[in-house]
């Protein structure tokens, strides 16, 4: 962008300065001397603002080359040709644009004194034998004035154009920040869609994997003695499966849609019947009216109950898993726990930390006790978020 403004500063100035010169060129062409003598100042002071414009940052430099342009330019205008008249105003609009504070007004009045000798000249005062100023504006107080007025008028249009321009950077600026909170924000929904997805695949397929095996090693120990049983626990393992696969397309599709449960406590035992064994035997309460709540919530629920069943079947020593699911009104209360003997060993695998994260995606908590055996208590409040009806499916 720097580069861009400063493109366009030195063209307006060429601009200018060959307009300038085509003036001196027509209206001088007849006096070579002069000319020769008011093009070389034309080329100073060319460089004397070509230096300035470079060495901004410099403010004692650019202040004094900026009064040192002021002052050949009254010089040009009121000696040379009023064309020149062009330029000092283009110097107008250069203080106003710059943002010097005390400076750029000190220098504002001197453009302005600057300007009323331009007219003091200009109306024919002559500055070593007249030296009644105030008379000649008096008698010429009509076009004084008027000058004056168009003065000021050209002043407020520039300090318009300033805001004008300034109002431009601050909209660019803030479509710049926007842009990399957009950005940041398309990043942070990719993470977060993908760890949901992840989510997704681990508490559905590793459920039914988990399931699976503990079938087959079941099978491995009773193939031989009961047939009957056998039949069962394989026709379980297909079932299992077929679940699988379709639990795999329903988390490669959940970021389009979740998954819908009518009925919480039928999909529930439908998963404890799948997983049970007679060495592992899951017994469950539900409490309360466990089918008031949105589909979110139930989708939350039916999740963490089914993490909570995977992780005891790969962890728990005991033969028996107890659910208790409450609801209460203010909160659902998710208690799971075995008859195993806990060794006081306590690390979280996967299967724990995606039950804390599910969790407090809804503002619940997450309680362990581990006195006597292994239990999770999760409490999850039916209050905020997720209980606004329009959340409803």
Same mark, same amino acid.
């Given at each position: 962008?720097?580069?861009?403004?400063?493109?366009?500063?030195?063209?307006?100035?060429?601009?200018?300065?060959?307009?300038?010169?085509?003036?001196?060129?027509?209206?001088?062409?007849?006096?070579?001397?002069?000319?020769?003598?008011?093009?070389?100042?034309?080329?100073? !002071?060319?460089?004397?603002?070509?230096?300035?414009?470079?060495?901004?940052?410099?403010?004692?430099?650019?202040?004094?080359?900026?009064?040192?342009?002021? /002052?050949?330019?009254?010089?040009?205008?009121?000696?040379?040709?009023?064309?020149?008249?062009?330029?000092?105003?283009?110097?107008?609009?250069?203080?106003?644009?710059?943002?010097?504070?005390?400076? %750029?007004?000190?220098?504002?009045?001197? #453009?302005?004194?600057?300007?009323?000798? /331009?007219?003091?000249?200009?109306?024919?005062?002559?500055?070593?034998?007249?030296?009644? =100023?105030?008379?000649?504006?008096?008698?010429?107080?009509?076009?004084?004035?008027?000058?004056?007025?168009?003065?000021?008028? !050209?002043?407020?249009?520039?300090?318009?154009?300033?805001?004008?321009?300034?109002?431009?950077?601050?909209?660019?600026?803030?479509?710049?920040?926007?842009?990399?909170?957009?950005?940041?924000?398309?990043?942070?929904?990719?993470?977060?869609?993908?760890?949901?997805?992840?989510?997704?695949? #681990?508490?559905?397929?590793?459920? %039914? !994997?988990?399931?699976?095996?503990?079938?087959?090693?079941?099978?491995?120990?009773?193939?031989?003695?009961?047939?009957?049983?056998?039949?069962?626990? !394989?026709?379980k393992s297909q079932n299992l499966a077929r679940n699988s696969m379709k639990d795999l397309r329903k988390a490669v599709n959940t970021l389009k849609e979740d998954l819908n449960i009518n009925n919480l406590q039928e999909s529930i035992e439908n998963l404890i019947e799948n997983v049970s064994t007679k060495e592992k035997v899951i017994e469950y309460i539900f409490d309360g009216n466990i089918e008031n709540m949105n589909q979110n919530i139930k989708y939350t629920v039916f999740r963490i109950s089914q993490e909570l069943i995977t992780n005891s079947l790969k962890h728990s020593k005991g033969n028996k898993i107890y659910l208790y699911i409450k609801n209460d009104g203010d909160f659902i209360e998710i208690k799971e726990s075995d008859n195993g003997f806990f060794n006081?060993?306590?690390?979280?695998?996967?299967?724990?930390?995606?039950?804390?994260?599910?969790?407090?995606?809804?503002?619940?908590?997450?309680?362990?006790?581990?006195?006597?055996?292994?239990?999770?208590? =999760?409490?999850?409040?039916?209050?905020?978020?997720?209980?606004?009806?329009?959340?409803?499916?």
């Amino acid at each position: 962008m720097n580069k861009k403004i400063f493109f366009y500063g030195i063209t307006i100035r060429l601009s200018i300065y060959a307009a300038l010169i085509f003036s001196l060129i027509e209206e001088y062409h007849y006096f070579p001397n002069d000319l020769i003598k008011y093009l070389i100042i034309v080329g100073f !002071i060319f460089v004397n603002d070509i230096f300035r414009y470079m060495i901004k940052s410099r403010r004692v430099f650019f202040i004094i080359s900026f009064i040192f342009s002021i /002052i050949i330019s009254v010089f040009l205008t009121a000696y040379v040709s009023n064309d020149f008249l062009i330029y000092f105003f283009f110097l107008t609009y250069e203080f106003i644009i710059d943002e010097s504070g005390i400076y %750029s007004f000190l220098i504002g009045i001197f #453009h302005f004194l600057s300007f009323t000798y /331009i007219w003091l000249v200009n109306s024919g005062m002559n500055l070593i034998k007249d030296k009644n =100023i105030f008379e000649l504006i008096i008698y010429n107080s009509t076009d004084f004035f008027t000058n004056i007025f168009i003065y000021f008028v !050209i002043v407020a249009i520039l300090f318009l154009i300033k805001r004008l321009i300034n109002e431009r950077n601050k909209v660019m600026k803030l479509n710049e920040k926007l842009k990399n909170s957009l950005e940041e924000i398309e990043i942070l929904t990719i993470q977060n869609e993908r760890n949901r997805l992840a989510q997704e695949i #681990h508490d559905s397929i590793g459920h %039914s !994997i988990a399931g699976l095996i503990m079938h087959l090693d079941y099978l491995e120990k009773i193939y031989k003695n009961n047939s009957k049983e056998v039949e069962s626990i !394989i026709e379980k393992s297909q079932n299992l499966a077929r679940n699988s696969m379709k639990d795999l397309r329903k988390a490669v599709n959940t970021l389009k849609e979740d998954l819908n449960i009518n009925n919480l406590q039928e999909s529930i035992e439908n998963l404890i019947e799948n997983v049970s064994t007679k060495e592992k035997v899951i017994e469950y309460i539900f409490d309360g009216n466990i089918e008031n709540m949105n589909q979110n919530i139930k989708y939350t629920v039916f999740r963490i109950s089914q993490e909570l069943i995977t992780n005891s079947l790969k962890h728990s020593k005991g033969n028996k898993i107890y659910l208790y699911i409450k609801n209460d009104g203010d909160f659902i209360e998710i208690k799971e726990s075995d008859n195993g003997f806990f060794n006081g060993i306590f690390e979280k695998g996967n299967g724990l930390k995606g039950i804390e994260k599910r969790v407090k995606s809804v503002n619940g908590e997450v309680i362990y006790d581990y006195e006597k055996n292994f239990s999770i208590l =999760i409490k999850i409040p039916l209050e905020g978020v997720y209980n606004d009806k329009s959340y409803d499916c």
